[in-house]
């Protein structure tokens, strides 16, 4: 099979990340199998002039649909040229062999999308502050309960991902009103995606390829309990979100094994390391689903209208005690 051609799709929205956004857009040109990449801004003015006046020999445009990482990733797809678009997070910084690994996943039959591992960076003061590898997806990596090998799965994560450019049109790209918007810790839009792709086509394939890696920044704020407790409530929404969306039975599939099986056996884990940080990633666990279980009953109850459009989630729909 010829190798298809590729647009890697970054998007930005604050100049806080500009030292993160360059490396992130370096590391995507040296990508062998690149084609193309494109910087899509979202609805930041001075972020735009300042990212084509650094790039001026890549696309980079201004998100043409809503403010969010939706419509930034849609206005990313339409523009591309590519047969595959690979998604890159402004805060992740690619390995060399990335793409060539995703490429190389989509080859197989039936394989529409394919996502990599993100392996974190923490600030070098905190380290992984009050983490257990269980925990690695409330700052977007790849955590303790995912697939260790290649293989199919439900859903990718979203700083490191690829898919067919025609399945992601046909799909009608991803939803607004889910996902992230600015610094608001929503979540969901690629997970909501690939089950929207797996029902349409129950032949279509998702596929988890751990030999791509991207380094994920965590940064400082990211690595306090307040921000635990933050992502986690959000994350409930999320899926109270996605489960009116697709069905409660696929879009939370995959959770039900995490919360019955992989984070019980953390807990009792870190229990048992008390005085060796272990309390304090007892206590991150517990936080984390008792916010996500919160979460989710606050968004059921307002049957998602909290996240239905780009603006802020009101603070009075907020648990005692989130910030």
Same mark, same amino acid.
């Given at each position: ?149 290649? !293989?199919?799965? #439900?859903? &990718? ?12 049109? /046909?799909? %009608?790209? $991803? ?102 940080? !272990?309390?304090? #990633?007892? &206590? ?12 989710? /009953?606050? %968004?059921? $109850? ?22």
């Amino acid at each position: 099979m010829s190798v298809p051609t590729v647009a890697v799709v970054i998007c930005a929205y604050t100049q806080q990340r500009w030292g993160d956004l360059q490396d992130s857009v370096e590391s995507a040109k040296r990508q062998p199998n690149a084609t193309e990449v494109v910087v899509v801004i979202d609805h930041e003015p001075e972020l735009f002039l300042r990212a084509k006046a650094r790039w001026p020999e890549l696309l980079v445009v201004e998100n043409s649909e809503d403010r969010g990482l939706s419509g930034a990733r849609n206005t990313g797809v339409a523009l591309a040229e590519s047969e595959v678009v690979a998604f890159l997070d402004d805060d992740a910084t690619a390995d060399d062999d990335w793409l060539a690994h995703l490429v190389e996943a989509l080859s197989l039959p039936d394989v529409v999308g394919v996502g990599g591992r993100a392996t974190p960076s923490w600030p070098t003061a905190t380290g992984a502050g009050p983490y257990p590898d269980e925990l690695l997806w409330i700052v977007g990596c790849s955590y303790t309960g995912l697939p260790t090998e290649p !293989g199919d799965v #439900r859903n &990718v994560i979203g700083s490191s991902m690829a898919f067919r450019r025609d399945v992601l049109l /046909a799909a %009608g790209g $991803f939803r607004s009103g889910i996902g992230r918007v600015g610094n608001q810790p929503l979540g969901c839009e690629e997970t909501e995606l690939c089950i929207r792709i797996a029902q349409a086509d129950p032949t279509a394939r998702i596929r988890f390829e751990p030999r791509s890696n991207v380094s994920h920044r965590v940064s400082p704020d990211r690595v306090a309990m307040r921000y635990v407790r933050r992502r986690s409530y959000y994350e409930g929404i999320s899926k109270a979100v996605l489960s009116r969306r697709v069905g409660a039975k696929d879009s939370l599939s995959s959770e039900s094994t995490y919360l019955t099986k992989v984070l019980p056996k953390a807990l009792f884990r870190e229990l048992g390391r008390l005085g060796r940080g !272990g309390g304090t #990633r007892a &206590v991150a666990i517990v936080t984390c689903v008792l916010g996500t279980v919160t979460g989710y /009953a606050v %968004g059921r $109850f307002l049957g998602g209208v909290v996240v239905a459009s780009p603006t802020p989630v009101p603070v009075a729909v907020q648990p005692v005690g989130a910030p």
